[in-house]
């Protein structure tokens, strides 16, 4: 199980829209709807930004979109705020034995 | 409003074993709409997925880990138990507790997290 690929550092300016990608395998992102995104601000908990490939939990900002095309996964931010710096991890579903992997993480800097 | 909270050593000898509980309030874990999660993070580096549990005692473990793991359900205490042993300084991470929503597939709610600290 390896964990999924994303860059280790994105930016862009307030009002942009940036995009984090976050690829796998035919195993994991490829097979399955099932990636969520997490937003993790330092010293504290990740929080859910999106569910099962493009769903928000409720009270989540609709900048916040996801999608998926083949084995890679994407995470975009419209609107880009200041609040929005933070670390993001994306998480697939791999399969009934070992249900989840991330990924190594994206720093996210609002210029 | 459902709440986690993990506790336990902050600091464990190496070859030891590490055990950290979740405490769960404001529901159930008896509950079948959810899975209950462990994961964990070095500092200043990424999340890992340790593993998790359902209601009626079912486990699936990160292979890496699989090994040296054990994570337990405690009903009469609503708590979730995990078991590391044989650490080294690798397994130093803070530790979440979290719960996964069966119908969303994601963790939805989680603890603070608790440091733990393999070291002689």
């Known amino acids: 199980q390896s964990a999924l690929t994303q860059p280790a550092s994105v930016s862009g300016s307030p009002g942009q829209s940036i995009t984090i990608s976050c690829t796998g395998t035919?195993?994991?992102?490829?097979?399955?709807?099932?990636v969520s995104w997490y937003q993790q601000n330092p010293g504290k908990v990740p929080k859910l930004m999106i569910y099962e490939g493009s769903k928000r939990p409720s009270g989540v900002s609709n900048r916040f979109s996801g999608s998926k095309s083949g084995n890679t996964a994407s995470l975009t931010i419209s609107g880009l705020q200041a609040e929005d710096e933070a670390d993001y991890y994306c998480c697939s579903y791999a399969g009934a034995s070992t249900p989840w992997v991330f990924g190594g993480g994206t720093k996210l800097t609002v210029l | 409003q459902v709440q986690l909270q993990e506790s336990g050593p902050g600091l464990v000898k190496p070859s030891q074993t590490l055990s950290l509980t979740c405490t769960v309030s404001g529901g159930s874990i008896s509950s079948g709409r959810y899975y209950w999660s462990w994961i964990r993070q070095p500092a200043g580096k990424g999340l890992e997925w340790i593993g998790r549990i359902y209601t009626d005692g079912t486990t699936n473990y990160n292979p890496s880990l699989k090994s040296r793991l054990t994570i337990s359900l405690d009903t009469s205490k609503n708590q979730i138990s995990l078991r590391l042993s044989s650490v080294t300084a690798a397994d130093t991470a803070v530790y979440y507790c979290?719960?996964?929503?069966?119908?969303?597939?994601?963790?939805?709610?989680w603890g603070q997290g608790t440091l733990v600290t393999v070291s002689s």
């Open positions: 035919s195993s994991d992102v490829g097979s399955y709807t099932l």
């Open positions: 979290a719960r996964e929503v069966l119908a969303m597939a994601a963790a939805t709610d």
